[in-house]
Structure formats: structure tokens, C-alpha cells
């Protein structure tokens, strides 16, 4: 049988390689100059190539509807990714937070084992092919190109979503199963960095990363706490980022009327930068660390407690004269200096251009795929793999193990 799985990423590489195995002719049709470029920027060029959490739990890491997901996650486990990996060669790690990284440190070497398999399987790889539409026929199905048209029994539509366009993924994938009749549902930035209305205080703390801190997401307006997380952040010139803050995006893009709360500044973001002290522990270290240095100026004594670069905005939050000897700071004031440390309040306003983001919220509308074969309920022989499907996770590797699932599953 003649398959053509149109984008090489690595849901349509894995389509590829699961459809070659089972003795189909398979070509992928990929409009840049190489395979899996998006690959290539995961995990910041090291490639989280899934999570070490039983699959079960995949789901759960799934806020974009996970539950639909659950045959393809049996179909292909976290395991069988990494098993594929250890039979191309390539060995893989476990580091914080359930990430798995290949042991090198490179997501080239992911790639490469994807392509090296293709290439053992003869899989037939079309570069610089832009396909312009998707044609049902009498006997099949047909792929216009900007060059010709190709015929064939089966087509595994995985053209990614609309983030990082750089890559290839411009959401053209989109018009090609909306001119057959599915429906897009619509499409937002997830997993994508946040910006704040205090730009002149994230300006002052750009480039400044911290780890080991809690956030908390909340909307003032009906006081619900949309996001709490763990882990690690960034601030930026425009706001905050990292994978705590790009995990609550996923949260906060799916809540209704999102755009008249940010607008209205009802979406708070809390930092607490001392989550493993409570407020009685933190003034303990305070006390101890204003003791040893009880004749230095408040601006001077934080040194220990603080990054560098944190230090002048909290003092000025917390009000204290930054001149002002240690030994004279009142109670009230070392109160006041606790509360900012452990409720840093931010106020969100925007999300950063979905070119930016890791992931699309938004895609081929599920309801129209088989979700036991990925087959398009609307057009027989055509199959889904990959970002296309609406349906997205946190950071950690999900989104990769969702690639490497559903391209397995229409593979098959």
C-alpha cells in the first residue's frame, strides 16, 4: 500500500518509520530543506524526549483533552520511545522533574536515530514540497504539490501547529483538512512566556533565573487559584518565563473570558521565592543573618539571603530606608520584608505571540478522529498525527511522547 505522510517532525517521522515496518511504500513530503527542525529547539537544543512518570499519568500532564489520548499512550509508551533510541544507539538520562534527555546532550542525536530507521526502511523523504491541497478520488486519495500530484491509499496529515514558524510549522496543515470538511477549533499560544503591566520592574530583573520557587496563578476577580507549580523561572524584558510559568499558560489560555481579565488586570501572579521556609522560619534566618551583620546598612545585608539582582527591588518594595543600620529594622518592617519574599506579586497582562510559543492549543477538532486509529471520521484514509490534533500538555516531555503516540497509532 502507498502512504504519504505530509510534515517531518517527529510525529510524522514516527508515522513514517511504524508504517514502512508494517510493509507499506511510504514517502514523506516535507516542505523545508530537512526533517524535524522543530526537534532540534526542544528542551533548548538537548531534546526532553518524554517523562519517566508511568503513561497512566501522561493524561493528567495533558490539560488540552488528554482523556483523548488514552489508546495512543497505551499504543506507545514513554518506554518505547526510549527503547527505539537504545536500538538506533543512542542511550538516554533521567534528570529533574521526570525529564529524560538523550546521554549526550544533543537532540541532533534523537534526530538522527529517527533518520538513520527511515533510511534502513527506505522511506522516501521529498524535500522543499509544499503541498497545496488534499484531493478525494474515486479510488483513494490524492496530494497536490506545487510540483505534481501524487496518488495514494493512505495520507497521515502531520504538518505540526502554528508555533515557532521558523520550522516550518505555519499552520498550513489547517487549510489542507478545513478544505475537506474538519473543523479547526481555535488556535492560542500554550506553553508560551507571559508578559507582565510592572514592565519597568521585569526590565530591572532581565535575565535573572531562580530555581527551587513557588508560583501561584490567581484571578482576583472571583479569588481562584488557576495555577500552582513548582520549579524553576525567568524574568524577561516583557515578564516571565521558564517551565513554571509556561505550564500555567496551558491553565491560563483555557480560561473563559481570559482576555477581559488580563485587560482588566485580574490575573495575579504570585512568587514565593522561599517556598521550603515558612514565615516563622524565614524570620529565624533573617534574624541570624541581621545579627552577624548588625552594624551594616539594610542595603547590605541581603547578600545571603538573595540574588544580586533581586535585592534593590526588594528593598525598595519593602519600604525600609536601605541605609538604615540592620539593628534599628522594627519587627513590623522584617514582617513587612517576609511577606514580599513569600507573596512577590506580578500582574499579567498578556501572552507572548503564539510564534513564540512551544505549542498550539487548538487544531483538528477531536471529535472528528478515531481515536483508537487516528483515522479522520470524515475522509476515509486520511489520518492525524501529532501538534495538528487539538490537544496539548505542560512542558517535561508530553508534548514529544504525544508526537511519537499518535504518529505510532496512524502509523499502524
Given amino acids: 500500500m502507498k502512504v504519504i505522510v505530509i510534515g517531518g517532525g517527529p510525529a510524522g517521522m514516527m508515522a513514517a518509520i511504524t508504517s514502512a515496518q508494517n510493509g507499506n511504500k511510504v514517502i514523506i513530503l516535507e516542505k523545508m530543506e530537512r526533517l524535524g527542525r522543530k526537534l532540534l529547539i526542544t528542551g533548548k537544543g538537548r531534546c ?12 493528567q500532564n495533558t490539560p488540552g483533552n488528554g482523556q483523548f489520548l488514552y489508546s495512543c499512550f497505551k499504543n506507545y509508551t514513554n518506554n518505547d520511545i ?3 533510541l537504545k536500538q538506533q544507539g543512542l542511550e538516554v538520562k533521567e534528570e529533574r522533574g521526570n525529564r529524560i534527555f538523550p546521554v549526550t546532550d544533543k537532540s541532533i542525536d534523537v534526530l538522527e536515530c529517527f533518520k538513520k530507521k527511515l533510511k534502513q526502511l527506505n522511506v522516501d523523504i521529498k524535500y522543499n514540497t509544499k503541498v497545496t491541497e488534499i484531493i478525494k478520488t474515486e479510488n483513494g486519495l490524492e496530494v497536490k504539490t506545487e510540483h505534481d500530484t501524487i ?9 505540526g501547529g502554528k508555533s515557532y514558524p521558523l520550522t516550518g510549522s505555519t499552520g498550513d496543515g489547517y487549510k489542507l483538512a478545513q ?7 481555535e488556535i492560542k ?6 508578559e507582565c503591566y510592572e514592565k ?13 520557587i513557588s508560583i501561584q496563578i490567581r484571578n482576583i476577580e472571583n479569588n481562584k487559584t488557576i495555577y500552582e507549580d513548582f520549579g524553576e523561572m525567568i524574568f524577561t524584558h516583557f515578564g516571565v518565563s521558564g517551565p513554571t510559568i ?4 496551558a491553565h491560563l489560555v483555557r480560561q473563559k473570558n481570559i482576555k477581559e481579565y488580563l485587560k482588566n488586570k485580574k490575573i495575579i501572579l504570585k512568587i514565593d521565592f522561599k517556598p521550603a521556609l515558612s514565615e516563622e522560619k524565614l524570620d529565624e534566618r533573617i534574624l541570624r543573618d541581621f545579627s552577624e551583620l548588625k552594624n551594616k546598612q539594610f542595603k547590605n545585608s541581603l547578600d545571603k539571603l538573595l540574588p544580586q539582582k533581586l535585592i534593590p527591588i526588594i528593598i525598595e518594595k519593602s519600604q525600609i530606608d536601605p541605609n538604615k543600620k540592620v539593628n534599628e529594622i522594627k519587627k513590623q518592617e522584617r514582617k513587612n520584608l517576609i511577606k514580599i519574599l513569600k507573596n512577590f506579586e506580578l500582574t ?15 487544531g483538528i477538532n477531536i471529535k472528528e478522529i478515531n481515536p483508537k486509529t487516528m483515522e479522520s471520521k470524515i475522509v476515509k484514509g486520511l489520518y492525524f498525527a501529532g501538534e495538528i490534533i487539538d490537544v496539548d500538555s505542560y512542558t517535561g516531555g508530553f508534548n514529544l511522547q504525544i508526537a511519537y503516540s499518535t504518529g505510532y497509532t496512524a502509523g499502524m
Avoid: M, W, Y
Wanted: hydrophobic share 40%; net charge neutral.
Fill in 151 to 159: 496518488k495514494a491509499e493512505k495520507i497521515i496529515l502531520s504538518t
Fill in 189 to 194: 499560544p500554550s506553553l508560551v512566556p507571559l
Fill in 82 to 84: 526510549i527503547e527505539f
Fill in 179 to 185: 478544505k475537506l470538511g474538519h473543523t479547526i477549533t
Fill in 348 to 362: 499579567i497582562s498578556n501572552f507572548r505571540p503564539i510564534e513564540e510559543a512551544i505549542i498550539t492549543s487548538g
Fill in 48 to 59: 526532553n524526549i518524554t517523562s519517566s512518570l508511568p503513561i497512566e499519568d501522561f493524561i
Fill in 246 to 249: 509556561l505550564s500555567s499558560s
Fill in 200 to 212: 519597568h520592574t521585569c526590565k530591572n530583573l532581565q535575565g535573572l533565573s531562580l530555581k527551587n
